[in-house]
């Protein structure tokens, strides 16, 4: 792979424009290479010079540093081309690189090269400095936290002995856990303490006095309540939380250290490049400054890992290091045969199965039977369940795909725990899987025939719809960690918050599942008519009164208004949080496609005049309102002062018409609900017409979703967020100070 390539790979998304524009450089490489071929001229002479270096004398393989100097001051300073000088200001250096070869022609091309190259040393050297500054200021923080843990852990363990202890009691600990580190004697209470014998064995380690938690409280972002209860139940609480707050700043300093070296690589590698192609010698002169620079020179960052390592292993780990950096190291996922191979045999199965249903409808000539039209009244909406769910996993999973593709930062943005996030085979396998087990049902089941006896159906087929239903759930709630467990629970949790959507902050993953519920609201109907069905019909006859039942038509509006009314709170929420007025108008959005669904309802139940006027009022009113947001807000298009006209300043993907293709589909699919209101007739059984429409909804919020994320991770991009905040648990009178 070329290195432009393998830059481009290892780089933080987030931090793109902050690394060294290497493609650029290049470009202007190949500028000074082609005025080079065009002046030059045969030149024996040169060729002659090259010719004799190869015999001159051998110096040897192990020269001393005298010896090279030596070489270097007799001979390279006559054909040095280059002078870089380190302009100092405001505690950081500029450089600003002088080319000497000015007389000679072309020499214009190489001038703006250096000119180049300076900016790009100067913006990769400021980037830097000022993130290593931010790692330092929290390494004083998670510092201060873990005073607060270590006499947290030894008040708790006095108290849990029965021992109260005044607040004149001395802690023996080490003040600063991230700026050195020491050996101490471990008591036989945990406690740490030094030994009295040889006082100055331990400079750096002072008395600590227990009042340091007289002074601190915990966090109530992450405890609730906020009250210093010494524990062994909120001591582990708090380590946990401490515990995530080390592996989140360890991964943001092996970030750094791999973006300081990824950049000295880069000017390394055009460097010799203008070397070959300008036949100069300039690259050990620019290299010997930038050696000198913060960026080459600094070792903040890795002094400070081996500094967190230390005490994650020493106080997180029970000093095993093995363990340790089993946690702290970035878990990679790894990608599996088995899985690529089960998601092709579900596929095939998939497959067959459908081309073995399409044979049997057609062998039975079961589209002109009798009982078709009771079999798409009781059975369809079963099944139809599942291939709501199947058609999301499958735009989910291409999504994914995308979004890999293009490097979009989705486990960043999700929030997913490093190395848990589902790739799109894991999640074909999975919506493959269900296909498989849903269609084996459907062929199991489809018979239009009953006993002419008992004049009902088999009792086991009938069940098969529900016991896969249970099956689903049973999986989805499953302890035990198999079939994605992390996975499973993070989809359980944000579901929890989804439901509770006023009483608890919104994350990105909450009203994304949300925004995800809100296109299958045809599902949640046939979860509905699962109850309905079997609770109070007869499934053996495949019987029930469900369409004709007050209540069951009542919870028909309720069902299809929650995941609108879910999204109405989220947005509720957040304007209260941030005092943003776009979420009120995002509110608005809510509001009124619930009442446009009402009204549709209420008109597919009651075909009357009105009810037919105030569908048309507000379905238009909410499509309209909802295609506007889609594309200027949530997708951050149409934006006619772009350098990408009606389109964003910066784009993933490098075919615009694939911007304008989403937004003229979004635009179709968003009135796919004109079929209800224009009573089409297509042929088609209401059930197969709903169906449909549910499907095209699934499709747009698919596309909806990777444009959605896009944005998302552009923004990222502008504003460098590369990393997670992770809550910590103290929380300090003078930060509630400084925040009032």
Not at 684 to 703: P, S
Request: glycine share 4%; charged share 25%.
């Amino acid at each position: 792979m070329k290195f432009g390539k393998e830059f481009a790979a290892q780089m933080v998304p987030e931090w793109q424009e902050a690394y060294v524009d290497y493609s650029s450089l290049k470009t202007c490489l190949k500028e000074i290479h082609r005025r080079k071929q065009q002046n030059r001229e045969p030149d024996t002479q040169a060729r002659l010079q090259r010719a004799l270096t190869l015999y001159r004398s051998f110096s040897g393989l192990n020269r001393t540093q005298n010896r090279r100097a030596s070489s270097f001051d007799d001979h390279d300073v006559e054909s040095q081309t280059i002078l870089v000088n380190s302009v100092r200001g405001n505690g950081s250096g500029k450089y600003e690189t002088t080319f000497l070869m000015v007389t000679e022609e072309g020499a214009e091309y190489e001038q703006e090269f250096f000119k180049k190259l300076d900016n790009e040393l100067n913006k990769v050297d400021e980037f830097y400095r000022s993130k290593v500054k931010e790692v330092m200021v929290e390494a004083d923080a998670l510092t201060d936290q873990m005073h607060a843990l270590i006499a947290f852990r030894i008040k708790a363990d006095k108290l849990e002995e029965g021992f109260v202890s005044g607040s004149s009691d001395q802690i023996m600990i080490h003040m600063n856990e991230l700026q050195g580190t020491t050996d101490v004697k471990q008591s036989n209470n945990g406690c740490q303490e030094i030994q009295e014998d040889d006082p100055k064995k331990f400079p750096s380690i002072r008395l600590a006095p227990q009042e340091v938690l007289n002074h601190v409280k915990l966090n109530p972002a992450t405890s609730t309540p906020a009250k210093m209860n010494f524990n062994r139940k909120n001591l582990k609480k708090i380590e946990n939380q401490l515990k995530r707050a080390f592996i989140e700043f360890y991964y943001k300093l092996r970030l750094l250290k791999n973006y300081s070296f990824l950049n000295v690589l880069a000017f390394s590698k055009i460097l010799k490049k203008y070397d070959k192609m300008a036949l100069r010698r300039a690259s050990k002169y620019y290299m010997r400054t930038l050696d000198d620079s913060y960026l080459g020179n600094s070792d903040e960052v890795t002094k400070l890992m081996e500094r967190v390592e230390a005490t994650f292993i020493k106080h997180f780990s029970n000093s095993n290091r093995s363990k340790g950096m089993n946690k702290l190291r970035p878990k990679k996922k790894k990608e599996r045969h088995r899985i690529s191979f089960g998601t092709g045999f579900f596929a095939g199965c998939t497959a067959a199965l459908v081309l073995a249903l399409v044979l049997i409808i057609h062998a039975r000539n079961i589209l002109d039977k009798e009982g078709r039209a009771q079999y798409m009244e009781s059975m369809f909406p079963l099944y139809s369940l599942f291939g709501f769910m199947v058609l999301h996993m499958l735009m989910h999973a291409g999504n994914i795909y995308f979004w890999r593709k293009y490097r979009v930062n989705y486990s960043f943005i999700f929030g997913f725990k490093q190395g848990t996030e589902l790739g799109f085979r894991e999640v074909l396998l999975l919506s493959f899987g269900l296909g498989t087990l849903a269609l084996i049902s459907v062929v199991s089941n489809l018979d239009m025939e009953m006993d002419p006896k008992t004049r009902d159906y088999k009792a086991l087929t009938e069940l098969l719809p529900l016991s896969l239903l249970m099956l689903v759930v049973i999986v989805l709630l499953c302890p035990f960690n198999i079939l994605y467990r992390s996975s499973r629970f993070f989809l359980l949790t944000t579901l929890f918050r989804c439901i509770c959507a006023p009483l608890y902050v919104v994350r990105f993953q909450d009203f994304y599942l949300a925004d995800q519920f809100t296109s299958e609201v045809q599902a949640f109907r046939s979860l509905e008519f699962y109850i309905c069905h079997y609770g109070w019909g007869d499934f053996k006859l495949r019987q029930n009164t469900c369409r004709s039942n007050d209540i069951f038509n009542t919870f028909y509006f309720i069902v299809a208004v929650i995941p609108y009314w879910s999204r109405l709170l989220q947005c509720v929420r957040r304007f209260y949080d941030e005092r943003d007025s776009m979420q009120a108008f995002n509110g608005l959005k809510y509001f009124l496609t619930i009442i446009a669904v009402c009204t549709r309802t209420a008109y597919g139940l009651d075909r009357g005049t009105s009810w037919e006027a105030l569908a048309w009022t507000f379905s238009a009113m909410a499509a309209i309102y909802g295609t506007y947001w889609d594309l200027v807000v949530d997708w951050g298009l149409l934006q006619r002062q772009s350098k990408n006209r009606w389109l964003r300043d910066k784009l993933l993907i490098p075919y615009k018409s694939v911007y304008f293709g989403a937004m003229v589909l979004n635009v179709l699919l968003r009135f796919a609900w004109l079929q209800t209101v224009l009573n089409l007739n297509l042929s088609l059984h209401r059930e197969t017409l709903t169906a449909i429409v549910a499907g095209i909804e699934i499709i747009r919020r698919g596309i909806w979703n990777f444009f959605r994320l896009e944005n998302e991770h552009l923004n990222n991009v502008g504003k460098f967020r590369a990393f997670k905040s992770v809550p910590l648990p103290f929380y300090s009178d003078e930060d509630e100070d400084r925040t009032d």
